[in-house]
């Protein structure tokens, strides 16, 4: 068995209604100024007002800062980071999806660490101080990003995506209740980014046996729960399953590496603002093809997870192609736009492909895609 590291340091509270204890929780830690992070959707549909609620019963007091933007710029979390110090806060409180989640951890390190954030990503950048106390409650089942160790941030002048590792939630508390208000549409959208980190999770180069366990566990509670959940989303079982199962996939992926959709997807979300889930699936059913001959025993390891009938004698393509089949099967049923319906012209492929190879995920398949077969699984996913 080859040499692996296994990063599992998060605490959880999981369970429906265990959102309403993150005062008493804050408490235990320590805290007494605490500076709740969330976007104005979240805030208009009052998911945070009875934890504010939970943490001023607790006796501390609370400032807020909720003008998380999606794929959230370093500028904004320079300006949260101002707001907690103005508050005297010592705590961070995320409510929200991963935009949330990764500007309340890029303000965790600014209330520890001088500005800007953005020195602390350089390979030569300066040393840094653990960041504050910080407890991320998901409203999405999805990015995982309350148990991983990374924020995933955007430059303000090159627009690329970039990560600043080494950044932990102090807790998790997943509360599948809070993902009852979830539209169909994104529940869809972020039960595919789950999907897509236990896959990669288990065909990464990087693979190893902790990440293929939780990644295949994963991808089965994924494949039976996200049609309930898009179909009917006050199925609190399926809800409850999905936030499990995105969350696991959160330790799979923090445990190895997402790798070519991802690349793609952030290259996508950069250039034209697409949701997460839906563009790193653009290229889902073409990527599992591509690597399928390359790993075929964790292809075929992804197939059997999905259900599918794998064998001794199945090969990595065919696996490959039974799971592209798959995975159009469910966007059919979850709904998934296509390059097309994104309004993404064939002409732009070959800058999308090459952004895509400069994206930090983009080593870690395990197959090297160059630029020209990049924009040859894009033309393909143009077709559908």
Same mark, same amino acid.
Do not use: W
């Given at each position: 068995?080859?040499?692996?590291?296994?990063?599992?340091?998060?605490?959880?509270?999981?369970?429906?209604?265990?959102?309403?204890?993150?005062?008493?929780?804050?408490?235990?830690?320590?805290?007494?100024?605490?500076?709740?992070?969330?976007?104005?959707?979240?805030?208009?549909?009052?998911?945070?007002?009875?934890?504010?609620?939970?943490?001023?019963?607790?006796?501390?007091?609370?400032?807020?800062?909720?003008?998380?933007?999606?794929?959230?710029?370093?500028?904004?979390?320079?300006?949260?980071?101002?707001?907690?110090?103005?508050?005297?806060?010592?705590?961070?409180?995320?409510?929200?999806?991963?935009?949330?989640?990764?500007?309340?951890?890029?303000?965790?390190?600014?209330?520890?660490?001088?500005?800007?954030?953005?020195?602390?990503?350089?390979?030569?950048?300066?040393?840094?101080?653990?960041?504050?106390?910080?407890? *991320?409650?998901?409203?999405?089942?999805?990015?995982?990003?309350?148990?991983?160790?990374?924020?995933?941030?955007?430059?303000?002048?090159?627009?690329?995506?970039?990560?600043?590792?080494?950044?932990?939630?102090?807790?998790?508390?997943?509360?599948?209740?809070?993902?009852?208000?979830?539209?169909?549409?994104?529940?869809?959208?972020?039960?595919?980014?789950?999907?897509?980190?236990?896959?990669?999770?288990?065909?990464?180069?990087?693979?190893?046996?902790?990440?293929?366990?939780?990644?295949?566990?994963?991808?089965?509670?994924?494949?039976?729960?996200?049609?309930?959940?898009?179909?009917?989303?006050?199925?609190?079982?399926?809800?409850?399953?999905?936030?499990?199962?995105?969350?696991?996939?959160?330790?799979?992926?923090?445990?190895?590496?997402?790798?070519?959709?991802?690349?793609?997807?952030?290259?996508?979300?950069?250039?034209?603002?697409?949701?997460?889930?839906?563009?790193?699936?653009?290229?889902?059913?073409?990527?599992?093809?591509?690597?399928?001959?390359?790993?075929?025993?964790?292809?075929?390891?992804?197939?059997?997870?999905?259900?599918?009938?794998? *064998?001794?004698?199945?090969?990595?393509?065919?696996?490959?192609?039974?799971?592209?089949?798959?995975?159009?099967?469910?966007?059919?049923?979850?709904?998934?736009?296509?390059?097309?319906?994104?309004?993404?012209?064939?002409?732009?492929?070959?800058?999308?492909?090459?952004?895509?190879?400069?994206?930090?995920?983009?080593?870690?398949?395990?197959?090297?895609?160059?630029?020209?077969?990049?924009?040859?699984?894009?033309?393909?996913?143009?077709?559908?």
């Amino acid at each position: 068995m080859k040499e692996f590291n296994i990063n599992f340091t998060v605490p959880v509270l999981f369970g429906v209604g265990t959102s309403l204890k993150t005062g008493e929780q804050l408490k235990m830690l320590g805290a007494t100024r605490a500076l709740f992070v969330f976007d104005q959707g979240i805030k208009k549909a009052g998911i945070p007002d009875p934890i504010i609620k939970s943490v001023k019963d607790a006796g501390l007091e609370v400032s807020i800062f909720d003008n998380v933007k999606a794929d959230p710029p370093f500028s904004t979390i320079e300006e949260g980071a101002a707001v907690g110090r103005k508050a005297g806060a010592d705590s961070v409180i995320a409510i929200g999806g991963g935009s949330s989640m990764d500007t309340a951890k890029g303000i965790s390190i600014l209330l520890k660490n001088p500005s800007p954030l953005k020195q602390y990503t350089a390979p030569n950048g300066p040393a840094r101080k653990p960041g504050s106390i910080l407890i *991320t409650i998901p409203t999405t089942s999805g990015t995982g990003s309350e148990v991983t160790q990374v924020a995933v941030l955007t430059d303000d002048e090159t627009h690329k995506k970039g990560g600043i590792a080494g950044v932990r939630a102090t807790l998790a508390i997943v509360d599948p209740a809070l993902t009852k208000g979830m539209p169909p549409v994104i529940t869809a959208d972020t039960g595919l980014d789950a999907l897509i980190h236990a896959i990669e999770s288990v065909t990464s180069v990087v693979a190893n046996p902790m990440s293929e366990i939780v990644g295949e566990r994963a991808i089965s509670i994924i494949v039976e729960n996200l049609p309930r959940a898009v179909k009917d989303g006050n199925d609190i079982e399926a809800r409850s399953q999905m936030a499990f199962a995105a969350m696991i996939a959160g330790f799979g992926f923090d445990n190895s590496m997402t790798h070519l959709p991802h690349s793609v997807g952030h290259t996508l979300g950069s250039m034209y603002h697409l949701p997460h889930g839906n563009a790193c699936g653009i290229i889902l059913p073409e990527a599992m093809e591509f690597i399928a001959e390359t790993v075929p025993d964790a292809v075929k390891k992804v197939a059997g997870a999905m259900g599918l009938k794998v *064998t001794d004698s199945t090969s990595g393509k065919e696996a490959g192609a039974m799971i592209s089949k798959a995975v159009l099967d469910l966007y059919a049923v979850i709904g998934q736009k296509t390059l097309k319906q994104n309004n993404i012209a064939e002409s732009d492929f070959p800058a999308i492909a090459e952004m895509a190879t400069t994206d930090v995920t983009y080593p870690f398949c395990p197959r090297k895609a160059s630029k020209e077969e990049i924009i040859t699984m894009l033309q393909s996913a143009y077709k559908r």
